[in-house]
């Protein structure tokens, strides 16, 4: 199947893009072997992995990393994640793998962990946006393993998503997004985690956490008790700030429809919504943590835990805005674990508009 759309976006060419069905327990090898030859040629692919839909282009090519910026819209100075199949193949993307880096591979790789390290020669500024650093993640997705492979080169790719808006997590985000934008699209399921991956800075002396996400603080901490969080990930970055991870600068995760987090027990949580929607005008629309009643033009269940809502908020909030919904509150209480990363993204998507209950 082939998708065409006026892409003309960005100054985009007009492409038509592949989609290919794969059965994520039975990898057809001659299609991913093909798919493999488009990445490794210049092409750009999206791909299912246990995090989000990446974007992946051949990271030993300049042309092709330029191109994934143009396709997702993302500003140049926004670094990407550059992937690879094995641990043992990262070394030549760094100039150490340095014990701290060893230790947490060991325990979380394959898996959604990206571990920044200090780059090699090999790896282009243009992939890392001029840091002398590179991010680098070992996927434990089978179809994403099989690429990655296939292609035989280390594959960056951020979310398939465009720019701003939240990630993908089925392949229907990706065609919606990046149709005629891209080359191919692997249509290879529901992602399992629903957020990004952590990101853990390794290149200084303290292990740093930029990005939280499917790799918890505290299973990090079981192995690193000394790292700490970095201050970006729950409130924005001001004109004059120069955050150590790009991406925390931008807009991040936002649906069209505008959204107000509402945060504490969830009794107290529910009581504040309904008061809020007797004063609202447009379509309304509320995201809950398991089942609840409220007068809404759309009500949707995010799940009954942070690991539930983790795996659906991205396509929960897409949902709002295939429904045409002008405002939403979205419930959320805090906890340990998943709690983390759902807070950051909750937070981004609503640009830190926060109502604590
Ligand atoms: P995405 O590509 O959408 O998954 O986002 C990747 C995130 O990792 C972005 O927020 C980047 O800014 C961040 N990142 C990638 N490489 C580096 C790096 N070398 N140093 C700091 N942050 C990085
Ligand atoms: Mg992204």
Redesign the pocket.
Known sequence: MVCLKNANINKVIILETKIVKTDISNIDSNQIAELGRILSTGGLVAFPTETVYGLGANAYDDNAVQNIFKAKGRPSD????VHFADVGDIKDAVLEINEKAKLLFDTFSPGPL?V?LKKSEKISKTV??G?D???VRIPSNPIAQALIKASGVPIA???ANLSGKP?PTTSKHVIDDMCGRIDAIIDGGNCEVGV??T?I?LSGEIPVI??PGGITYEQICSVLPNAVIDKHILKSVSADEIP?????KYKHYAPDADVTVVEGKICDVRNKITSLLYRQTGRTGVMTVGNAEYKADLVINVGEDNKAYAKNLFKVLREFDENNIDVVFAEFSYDDGYGLAVKNRLYKSAGNKVILV
């Open positions: 926004n670094p990407l994640i990206t920044i890392t946006a840091l650093t590179v991010a790719a951020p979310s990630s990004e991956s990101v800075d930029l990005r150590k991870c790009p991406g925390m």
